[in-house]
């Protein structure tokens, strides 16, 4: 069984096709022909860290992630983790691939997915609220997919901020730190942080789509209830939604109204509407990953 490291991960998973195949595996999901329970989280006994186990099944693969997250880690990274795929017809493990890598790119690739089926139109301005590894993740997917368009990054410190702009864009042609105006302008809001308090409720604009990643737990919150009962609500995990988007279960939304990222494939929401979609991710989506790197090695990308 090939054991692939972080970066050998990444070049499996160019987020163009990662995002095509995605695309596929939601509505694969959304159809009961892929498998793919809650998640199961384990505390610690000291209540410092986490044990996440993730499977998923389809009729030619197994995923399996299984991470670890200790946000206390110093001399370790906070998250740690593997995903592990096997045949679906004979059970062969087949690879594995770096977890946190895996995470952070399909995660991305889910927003891309997002933006392509909820906004319809190439992004202008985005601004991204958050200078960690799930920004990070994004602004590298928006610049592989929508060259482009202008980024800018909001934080909590401004030199974390700076320097994660410089290492994306040395040039700072496309990606700077947030200045006045940006906000008003931006027609895509992103969120990327694991915020306990409230970190964008700006009123909701037709035309502006707002994305959180973050929030993945009941007691978080990025996006403030005034944005989320006032907007268009669509997750990309149904199953997982009610028990993890913080965002929306502090809201207090009528869950009737939140609509599966797959209904929007056929049928995208009226473009005179905000727009806001919660990710909280799903095993589904590692396998998503897991097949397009199973594809690619076969056609002999590693």
Not at 22 to 46: C, F, H, K, N, Q
Not at 273 to 284: E, I, Q, R, T, W
Request: net charge negative; aromatic share 4%.
């Amino acid at each position: 069984m090939q054991i692939f490291t972080a970066g050998q991960t990444a070049d499996l998973l160019p987020f163009p096709e990662l995002v095509d195949i995605l695309r596929d595996v939601v509505r694969d999901y959304a159809a009961g022909d892929i498998l793919s329970p809650e998640r199961m989280v384990i505390d610690t006994a000291d209540a410092g860290g986490h044990l996440l186990c993730m499977p998923s099944v389809a009729p030619d693969i197994m995923a399996t992630k299984l991470i670890t997250i200790f946000h206390g880690n110093r001399a370790l990274p906070v998250i740690q983790g593997q995903v592990t795929c096997c045949d679906a017809r004979d059970g062969a493990f087949l690879f594995t691939l770096d977890g946190p890598e895996t995470t952070g790119r399909r995660t991305a690739a889910m927003s891309m997915l997002a933006i392509r089926l909820l906004h319809r139109t190439a992004p202008r301005h985005v601004l991204v609220i958050g200078a960690g590894t799930q920004a990070k993740g994004h602004v590298h997917a928006l610049r592989a997919l929508h060259p482009e368009a202008t980024i800018r990054i909001r934080g909590r410190k401004p030199a974390a901020v700076a320097a994660l702009c410089t290492a994306l864009d040395p040039t700072g042609h496309h990606v700077r730190p947030e200045a006045p105006g940006d906000a008003e302008a931006a027609d895509i809001i992103i969120t990327t942080t694991s915020s306990h308090q409230i970190v964008y409720d700006a009123a909701p604009r037709p035309g502006r789509l707002v994305i959180g990643v973050g929030a993945y737990r009941p007691e978080m919150i990025e996006i403030g209830p005034n944005l989320v009962l006032n907007s268009r609500l669509f997750v990309d995990d149904p199953i997982g939604a009610p028990s993890e988007a913080g965002d929306l279960i502090q809201a207090g939304v009528d869950w009737q109204t939140v609509h599966p990222l797959a209904t929007a494939i056929d049928t995208p929401p009226p473009p005179d509407m905000p727009v806001l979609f919660k990710s909280v991710g799903c095993a589904a989506w590692d396998l998503a990953a897991c097949r397009l790197a199973r594809r690619r090695l076969a056609e002999g990308a590693a």
